[in-house]
T-cell receptor, first 113, second 109 residues
Framework: SAVISQKPSRDICQRGTSLTIQCQVDSQVTMMFWYRQQPGQSLTLIATANQGSEATYESGFVIDKFPISRPNLTFSTLTVSNMSPEDSSIYLC??????????FGPGTRLLVL | GQNIDQPTEMTATEGAIVQINCTYQTSGFNGLFWYQQHAGEAPTFLSYNVLDGLEEKGRFSSFLSRSKGYSYLLLKELQMKDSASYLCAVKNSNYQLIWGAGTKLIIKP
């Protein structure tokens, strides 16, 4: 299985500011995803991070709000832009390893005041 | 539309057995996953079923019936540390993972 780390693990931010979350994997993976999980809710896929091209966003999520970078097969960043309290959530990086199983990073807990 | 249905919450007793059901309606099927998520932590992979039948892994087993669009996760010899949310997810024909809302399992001594 892949080992995934995320930075920061948590942050408290002021509305209107932006936060960039980093995801590092210990091996090269083809598929990387960014999810959001709000308190008591299930996982919501934000986008698929594509290496060398623009991310593929799910309905309700746009690049201007959640720009994503994927410069190589082991690293990706998600930026939460112009934050509002509604963006308070856990943001999770996820990868597919072994072509089948999806593994999750430890998550970034974001609180926007 | 696509949806995954699971009970919201279940309660069981330490040492007992509990079965968490999951029914799904998706555009195609390429496997069903169960994940465990403790409060404040990321989901961890438990099991994967792509063929009908029972997959056993220690105290945990997962069953799949594709014709019925149905799966269950069976937890035996329950321990207090099994208190967590259990997420059912189905990979559809586009290889997208569709997630259920999760079942919160409460274990009582």
């Amino acid at each position: 299985s892949a080992v995934i780390s995320q930075k920061p693990s948590r942050d408290i931010c002021q509305r209107g500011t932006s936060l960039t979350i980093q995801c590092q994997v210990d091996s090269q993976v083809t598929m990387m995803f960014w999810y959001r999980q709000q308190p008591g809710q299930s996982l919501t896929l934000i986008a698929t991070a594509n290496q060398g091209s623009e991310a593929t966003y799910e309905s309700g999520f746009v690049i201007d709000k959640f720009p994503i970078s994927r410069p190589n097969l082991t690293f990706s960043t998600l930026t939460v832009s112009n934050m509002s309290p509604e963006d308070s959530s856990i943001y999770l990086c996820s990868v597919v390893s072994g072509e089948i199983t999806q593994y999750f990073g430890p998550g970034t807990r974001l609180l926007v005041l | 539309g696509q949806n995954i249905d699971q009970p919201t919450e279940m309660t069981a007793t330490e040492g007992a057995i509990v079965q968490i059901n999951c029914t799904y309606q998706t555009s195609g099927f390429n496997g069903l996953f169960w994940y465990q998520q403790h409060a404040g932590e990321a989901p961890t992979f438990l099991s994967y079923n792509v063929l009908d039948g029972l997959e056993e892994k220690g105290r945990f087993s997962s069953f799949l019936s594709r014709s019925k669009g149905y799966s269950y996760l069976l937890l035996k010899e329950l321990q207090m540390k099994d208190s967590a949310s259990y997420l059912c997810a189905v990979k559809n024909s586009n290889y997208q993972l569709i997630w259920g809302a999760g079942t919160k399992l409460i274990i009582k001594p």
